[in-house]
């Protein structure tokens, strides 16, 4: 796979995490009367939508280049996934009321499905694999890369710049995907041999052609939109090992709360109240992650993937509870908060990094890896919408468990349900 190749594709992994992260700097400027676009200022309802909302449109996205990848092919895939991004940061730039932000985040949900389902896909397929664990680690990496950008240039630009930012580097995105080629599977698929042999050649693989015919052999060409793309993940033996595998992660992913500390992460230091400034500790959970994501495929090599999640599992839970330790502390008004009001920085600072090690990087890798050519958009598809529907939840009901239950109920809960798959 050349670097070209490579750095187009995830451009769109690129937005996709941005839109993640944009929602954090956002909501304080909509609060504001001095900086949101709208004529009223959010409620709190409406907070929880802005953020949840994104998954909404993330979790039908991956079905669209599940239904298309096999019939029109994964290149149209990751070009219609950067026409609805594109669709999105045009609605940010024109934004006039808040059904138009509803709308943002959805549309850039459908987008986010289609360009993270469409590139595990492509990456896995046109890579080879000598390298393709690495590069499929790397577009987590990307994503985390696009948040840390929407925490660090979101509170110091107004909000239609953070939209004119964006659409810039979509722009580059979407004309970059008219210059790559169509994955060698996807010919094979389609039972074009020349078409195939040309794309590996092109890609200096010429030698695994027979082991690409063979990933899919017994495959339809029209199978994409067909019930027996679904029988297959379930009645094939590896495939079904694979789903048990990526659906445990990603719902382990999920359960450890990262959408509500992702979304709402300055919102969480102001109810905090920390002593370090919500913007500037967001920016720095931001770096921590994308520090750790980059320390992980190494760490991975060398430890092991089963020992490095069980470790991701540990440290998460323990980082959990101590943030929700300090709530409880807040919440009970005890005069040591006084004197640790860097706890909540420390305690998201040790998750995230324990979290990029392991939960973040990991699952995206093996839904590209684990399943089979003719399997592999269905299969992501399953992974990916199961993960941004629980997702959806935990988004939703943040904001709702912090002011019915507290802070330390609810990252206690986030703890547990950490500590239970361990167990």
């Known amino acids: 796979m050349r670097i070209t190749h490579f750095f187009t594709v995830n451009i769109g992994q690129f937005i996709d995490g941005y839109s993640v992260g944009w929602s954090a700097p956002i909501i304080p400027k909509l609060q504001d009367p001095d900086q949101t676009p709208l004529p009223e200022l959010i409620t709190e309802q409406q907070v929880s939508w802005i953020g949840s909302l994104l998954y909404v449109g ?8 599940s239904y298309l990848s096999n019939i029109i092919g994964r290149k149209p895939c990751l070009f219609l996934g950067g026409l609805l991004n594109l669709t999105a940061i045009v609605l940010i730039v024109t934004t006039k009321n808040v059904a138009m932000v509803f709308a943002i985040r959805i549309i850039s949900g459908l987008g986010m499905g289609m360009v993270t389902v469409s590139n595990l896909v492509y990456v896995g397929e046109i890579a080879s694999t000598n390298i393709r664990g690495i590069l499929l ?19 110091f630009v107004s909000y239609a710049a953070t939209g004119y930012i964006a659409l810039i580097i979509n722009i580059i995105h979407v004309i970059g995907i008219l210059f790559i080629p169509e994955s060698p599977v996807y010919y094979a698929i389609k039972g074009k041999e020349i078409e195939a042999k040309e794309t590996l050649r092109y890609l200096g693989r010429v030698d695994d052609l027979d082991n690409v015919f063979e990933s899919v052999r017994g495959t339809n060409p029209d199978e994409g939109h067909s019930w027996k793309a679904w029988i297959k993940i379930f009645t094939v033996k590896a495939n079904r090992w694979s789903l048990f595998i990526t659906l445990s992660l990603c719902t382990l992913q999920q359960l450890s709360g990262v959408a509500a500390v992702l979304f709402f992460a300055t919102t969480i230091f102001q109810i905090a109240g920390s002593s370090i400034r919500p913007d500037l500790a967001t920016i720095i959970i931001g770096a921590t992650r994308l520090v750790a994501s980059l320390i992980a495929p190494t760490v991975v090599e060398r430890a092991g993937r089963r020992i490095l999640l069980l470790v991701s599992t540990a440290f998460c839970a323990m980082s959990l509870s101590i943030l929700g330790t300090f709530f409880y502390l807040s919440r009970v ?10 706890l909540p920085l420390m305690a ?3 998750y995230f990094f324990s979290y990029e090690i392991g939960f973040g990087t990991m699952p995206s890798a093996l839904v590209g890896e684990m399943f089979r050519g003719n399997a592999r958009s269905t299969g992501s598809a399953i992974a990916m919408t199961t993960a941004w529907l629980i997702g959806f939840g935990v988004a939703t009901g943040f904001g709702t468990l912090v002011r019915d239950l507290g802070g330390d109920v609810t990252f206690g809960m986030f703890s547990f349900s950490v500590c239970v798959p361990e167990a």
Request: cysteine-free; hydrophobic content about 50%.
């Open 58 to 65: 993330a979790i039908v996205g991956p079905y669209i280049p």
């Open 137 to 155: 680690t790397s577009t987590s990496i990307v994503g985390i890369f696009g948040t840390l950008a929407a925490y660090s240039i979101g509170p």
């Open 333 to 342: 008004k005890s005069p040591v908060i006084v004197d640790i009001g860097w």
């Open 348 to 350: 998201l600072i040790m």
